[in-house]
């Protein structure tokens, strides 16, 4: 593949100069790239073991999920958050109970429920990811903003451009 360069800025009727498209990345970049993704996952799973230990990170799931995707029935729920629906059963009665969420009549079936985050239950997701962006934040401190944008573009593009590959 290659690439039309033009000299515009010097020349405006200067021809374009065909130049090779530069090469994607070797496989031990990738390698390299799929060790990094693999640490910050296990580093993220290390976390996350903490958090159950301190307090309960299933039904932590069950709320940032209804503040993202809204109110849903329990099979949905269940079915966006890899659990079996009895599971997810027992962390909608707690969290109901703690008054976090509640239930409402299915406009779509009367005889069914969807479950919705209280006000309550929003605030505590959000006072968790405000407190989350706040010790991310610390820990960039030494970035260049340019930096944390580049990143952020480059993951959204990587998340984009692997989706499906994996069959």
């Given at each position: ?101 509640a239930r409402t009549t299915d406009a779509d079936d009367k005889r069914a429920f969807q479950v919705e985050l209280t ?49």
């Open positions: 593949m290659t690439t039309a360069v033009t000299s515009a800025d010097r020349d405006p009727f200067a021809p374009a100069i065909e130049r090779p498209a530069p090469p994607g990345p070797s496989v031990d970049q990738v390698k390299q790239l799929l060790d990094a993704v693999r640490e910050m996952f296990m580093q993220a799973k290390n976390r996350q073991r903490q958090a159950v230990q301190h307090s309960d990170q299933g039904r932590l799931s069950v709320l940032f999920t209804l503040q993202r995707s809204g109110r849903q029935r329990p099979s949905v729920l269940a079915k966006e958050l890899h659990l079996d629906l009895s599971t997810v059963s027992r962390h909608l009665r707690q969290l109901e109970e703690e008054g976090m969420i006000d309550r239950g929003d605030a505590m997701v959000r006072e968790f990811w405000t407190k989350r962006v706040e010790e991310v934040h610390g820990a960039l401190g030494h970035w260049a903003a340019q930096d944390v944008t580049q990143l952020t573009d480059l993951l959204h593009r990587f998340v984009g451009d692997i989706e499906g590959c994996f069959k």
